[in-house]
């Protein structure tokens, strides 16, 4: 884990170090990923979105410094209003330490937080406060070389009981995307 100082509103957040991040950002280039939109992996996150019932569904890559969302579903502007009355939108980049893929990526496995306030280790995140995220659901995208590339996560505006359906859903729809992803960038994929 690593202590990042505490932000204006005296956030502690721990976000886990990650040692595969200068690695994965080189496999990423490789494949050619997580610098650019991808018009598939949009519609990809529409599906996923669509599947789940979910308003955000995203295919993230994460490098040492931030996250980019190669592929967004997000809900329509003014659905999510913060205290101050205004209504932000989620765009294609976020630093490392908002939200939960991060932790997704170090663990290398799954994560189910059906309300993240239940849990004082995410309930402070920015994402909670700056886009109202409440539920999330997210799986590694794990490469043929064994590198988690990022995620593949959909999250809410309410607490919701993803259950077993939603963890085997998230788990089989990264893999396969992982295996997808590798074969369309890497001419040397299997």
Not at 75 to 99: F, Q
Not at 158 to 169: D, H, M
């Amino acid at each position: 884990m690593s202590y990042d100082p505490p932000r204006p509103a005296g956030r502690l957040l721990l976000t886990p170090q990650d040692g595969e991040a200068p690695a994965r950002a080189r496999r990423l280039r490789s494949l050619g990923l997580g610098e650019r939109a991808d018009p598939a992996l949009d519609a990809f996150a529409d599906r996923l979105g669509d599947a789940t019932g979910a308003p955000y569904a995203m295919v993230n890559f994460v490098d040492e410094h931030r996250q980019f969302f190669a592929g967004l579903r997000r809900p329509a502007r003014g659905t999510y209003r913060k205290g101050d009355g205004s209504s932000p939108e989620m765009g294609r980049v976020l630093p490392r330490d908002h939200g939960f893929c991060p932790h997704v990526v170090v663990r290398r496995k799954a994560l189910v937080l059906e309300d993240v306030l239940d849990y004082p280790r995410f309930a402070g995140n920015p994402v909670v406060d700056e886009f109202g995220i409440r539920s999330y659901l997210g799986a590694p995208l794990i490469d043929s070389t064994g590198m988690v590339l990022g995620t593949v996560c959909v999250a809410d505006l309410t607490p919701r009981a993803w259950g077993r359906a939603g963890l085997e859903t998230i788990k089989s729809t990264a893999a396969d995307l992982a295996m997808g992803l590798e074969r369309q960038g890497d001419p040397l994929a299997p």
